[in-house]
């Protein structure tokens, strides 16, 4: 499974690709961050966010796209920009048809260090481990961004099986329903 991980973010957008299975190495395909300037009015900015992740998308073919789910912070400028450029991401995901999953910054953290309280630089440390890096990305959008697609390979495939069994399930009892009923006629 081939993984997009966006750390949204209006000034700089974290962008991580990740390649492999549960149980499996992971390996890191590409990792980069989408800046833009706070000179430029914010829909230039959102245009800028959606040309690079659209190009990212193009280039690196991801099977899914797990983008960190905004939460409420004391700034609400820097909320409100976070929230836009993650609807960009969504957008472009959807736009695609690929399968998108939002995951909250203590289940990256509890994934990629065991605790959901991680600082910044334990996750960056972690990631840098778990991909078999010399060093760990920057800036921390980055390693962020990366977390996300751990995170995503990590429980989202676990999610997606699990969910994917219990479709299996209901068809089947559905199938049982139908047949006891066409029996009974």
Not at 44 to 67: C, F, M, N, T, Y
Not at 110 to 116: D, K, R, W
Request: charged residues 25%.
């Amino acid at each position: 499974m081939r993984v997009l991980g966006i750390d949204p973010g209006l000034t700089r957008c974290g962008m991580g690709v990740v390649s492999g299975s549960v149980g499996r190495p992971l390996d890191l395909v590409d990792v980069n961050v989408i800046r833009t300037s706070s000179d430029l009015p914010v829909a230039q900015r959102l245009v800028s966010i959606e040309k690079g992740i659209d190009a990212w998308i193009e280039e690196h073919r991801p099977d899914a796209v797990a983008v960190e789910r905004v939460f409420a912070r004391s700034d609400v400028s820097t909320v409100m920009g976070t929230a836009q450029a993650s609807g960009i991401a969504l957008v472009c995901a959807a736009r695609r048809g690929l399968p998108v999953a939002l995951h909250t910054p203590s289940e990256v953290k509890a994934a990629v260090s065991g605790s959901g309280r991680a600082t910044k630089d334990q996750v960056g440390l972690m990631v840098t481990r778990i991909l078999r890096l010399d060093s760990p990305p920057r800036p921390a959008d980055a390693a962020d961004a990366l977390a996300l697609a751990i995170t995503h390979i990590w429980r989202g495939g676990a999610q997606a099986r699990l969910e994917q069994a219990r479709l299996e399930q209901l068809a089947r009892a559905r199938t049982a329903i139908t047949s006891r009923g066409a029996v009974r006629r």
